[in-house]
């Protein structure tokens, strides 16, 4: 099983960023895919939330300004974050999980200069 994150990077206050998520080894449709973020010093964060029905879940932190979808096809999910702000500074990760499976990715840097 791999989830390989990527789009990550620096960018500055007010910019966009476009996280995707390939996974391989699982059949991506049964799984619910998510993102999550840890800051350093601070407990690893739920970010947003795709399950395998289609129905999204944001944390209140970034509502209308991230959206989550996922493409089946690809067996991808992608994070399209815009209007960034300096808190939103984190490794990001990608998670798919189904009934007591849970795989994670190794991350992505997010950095957001003031």
């Known amino acids: 099983v791999q989830l390989v994150e990527s789009g990550g990077g620096l960018v500055q206050a007010g910019g966009s960023l476009r996280l995707s998520c390939a996974a391989s080894g699982i059949s991506f449709r049964v799984y619910d895919m998510g993102w999550y973020r840890q800051a350093p010093g601070k407990p690893r964060e739920l970010v947003a939330t795709?399950?395998?029905?289609?129905?999204?879940n944001y944390a209140d932190s970034i509502k209308g300004r991230f959206t989550i979808s996922r493409d089946n096809a690809k067996n991808t999910v992608f994070l399209q974050m815009n209007s960034l702000k300096p808190e939103d500074t984190a490794v990001y990760y990608c998670n798919a999980r189904t009934y007591d499976i849970n795989h994670w990715g190794q991350g992505t840097q997010v950095t957001v200069s003031s």
């Open positions: 795709a399950t395998r029905e289609g129905t999204t």
